[in-house]
């Protein structure tokens, strides 16, 4: 088991976010990249063939060029505009061998922190938050990988393929990775949150992005709760608080001028105002507050990106956010393309209102002003194909939310495990016990995911598994 629990521990992970992948760009002698430039000298390259097999067709051969910085990831036959012309070759740490089966076995028969920390040292590729409890008090999480001791700003940009000088020069230890056992505040938590505080003495890459919402209002309910019991736990994973639209909401509230809108208008702002800031199934200001900040977004940013030839991430709402707190003069609130006019953040909070409420009034006019029906959550199949999936779910949720549930994305196991002396445990996923699709059991524990019920977990010794009512038939395995 990857997350699971053991007759003494329980353990889960999040993704850590760390920034472990660079490119380099590489100088080849001609366009058959069999040689390369590197520290003053021409070296030969490596290659091999990857046969990309296609139905009806003949098959295709890409030829891979391999340097000391990795694999070509991309040549002159890619055409992009941030890679035309270029060779760039990836550094992963993926690409190198690792040990990560080790630490699931070890994990699966640990009986102590001890063996916990055994066990995930091993662990190199994707970076994790590995959290953990047992039988005996224990709490720890620890962000365990092979991360790179960068230099400030290294691997923020493509780097030059020409010498060593640009290179990883090591791994940070793992006994240096971020890590906390039994903290004062009596527990640990992980929403792929930023690890460290600014103390922490490596470079965690500007690439990386740890959103925050999640993880505060986490950690603000484990921190007012006591006698915490499994039930509670489990409405916490399916709770639906926004903290983001709680820091927001006031932000736009306080540049909203009533007396430029609309009836319809000055009604959407009346339900945004009246909000209890939970995206549940029925909320309608749940819309209209995602409806207003994504339009003022656009209102921010759309006209500077215009004028982007390369391709750019798009800014996180965090970062708006906290550009809106600190200062009402944004240079990006003027829009760029108004020669004559110089947009302050007030008229680019009234277009976004008037511009959500146009969008708002169509899901009225079709009766899908409720959030569930906006977010539009589906389960797909694996091969994306609608009859073998489940659409239009009625569950609330989303991306600043504990249930972190989306259109396409959410949690894929929930579990709660109670580390008592015998172990009561939960857990619910989106499918089901049958892979046919003609199975009544093909997609049977769907609704109960999306509803927030959990089953209980059949956890049994192999004495006791004998004889346990619900062990119905039993597999033996002869001369292998």
């Known amino acids: 088991m990857i997350i699971g629990f053991n007759d003494s521990i329980a353990w889960g992970v999040t993704n850590a976010g760390r920034d472990v992948i660079d490119y380099y760009n590489i100088k080849f002698k001609d366009t058959t990249m069999q040689e390369y430039w590197y ?84 662990w190199t590729c994707p970076g994790q938050n590995f959290v953990f409890a047992s039988k005996s008090g224990d709490i720890a999480i620890k962000q365990q990988g092979a991360f790179i001791a960068r230099w400030k700003r290294q691997g923020d940009f493509i780097m030059p393929g020409t010498d060593s000088s640009y290179d990883w020069q090591k791994i940070i230890p793992s006994i240096e990775n971020p890590m906390i056992v039994n903290p004062a505040r009596g527990f640990v938590s992980s929403a792929n949150q930023m690890p460290t505080d600014s103390a ?9 992005n740890f959103p925050l919402f999640r993880g505060i209002i986490i950690n603000r309910k484990l ?66 507050f995602n409806a207003i900040w994504d339009s003022l977004s656009q209102e921010v940013f759309q006209d500077d990106f215009q004028k982007v030839k390369q391709s750019m991430p798009w ?25 004559n006019k110089i947009e302050t953040i007030q008229d680019d909070i009234l277009l976004a209102v008037k511009k959500a409420s146009a969008y708002l009034q169509q ?14 959550t589906r389960v797909n199949h694996l ?54 699709p003609g199975s009544i059991f093909y997609d049977n524990f769907i609704d109960s995911w999306a509803a927030g019920i959990f089953y209980r977990l059949l956890f049994l010794s192999k004495q006791d598994a004998e004889k346990h009512e619900k062990i119905k038939w039993h597999i033996t395995f002869i001369n292998g």
Request: a neutral charge.
């Open 223 to 288: 921190a007012s709760m006591n006698g915490i019991t499994a039930k509670d736990m489990q409405q916490m994973q399916t709770d639906n608080y926004n903290v983001f639209a709680e820091m927001a909401r006031p932000v736009l509230l306080k540049y909203i001028d009533e007396k430029l809108l609309n009836v319809n208008e000055q009604r959407y702002v009346s339900i945004l105002k009246k909000w209890n800031l939970k995206q549940d199934i029925a909320e309608q200001g749940a819309t209209i």
């Open 315 to 339: 800014p996180e709402d965090a970062t708006l956010l906290q550009s809106l707190l600190k200062d009402s003069v944004y240079a990006y609130a003027d829009n760029i393309n108004t020669k």
């Open 39 to 122: 520290n003053g000298e021409w070296k030969k390259s490596s290659h091999r063939i990857e046969t990309i097999k296609i139905k009806g067709k003949p098959n295709l051969e890409e030829l891979i060029a391999v340097t000391d910085f990795g694999p070509v990831m991309y040549d002159r036959s890619f055409k992009n505009a941030s890679t035309e012309g270029k060779y760039l070759a990836i550094k992963w740490t993926a690409n190198t061998a690792g040990n990560g089966l080790q630490t699931f076995y070890q994990l699966n028969r640990a009986k102590n922190i001890t063996d916990y920390q055994n066990a995930i040292d091993t």
């Open 363 to 376: 899901l009225e006019k079709a009766d899908k002003l409720n959030w569930a029906d906006v977010k539009d």
């Open 200 to 208: 922490y003495p490596y470079y965690l890459g500007a690439a990386t």
């Open 383 to 436: 091969l994306k194909i609608p009859a073998l999936s489940r659409l239009h779910l009625s569950i609330g949720g989303g991306k600043n939310c504990i249930n972190a549930t989306t259109e396409l994305h959410g949690p894929s196991w929930r579990m709660v495990v109670h580390l008592t002396d015998e172990i009561e445990a939960y857990g619910v996923y989106p499918g089901g016990q049958n892979g046919n």
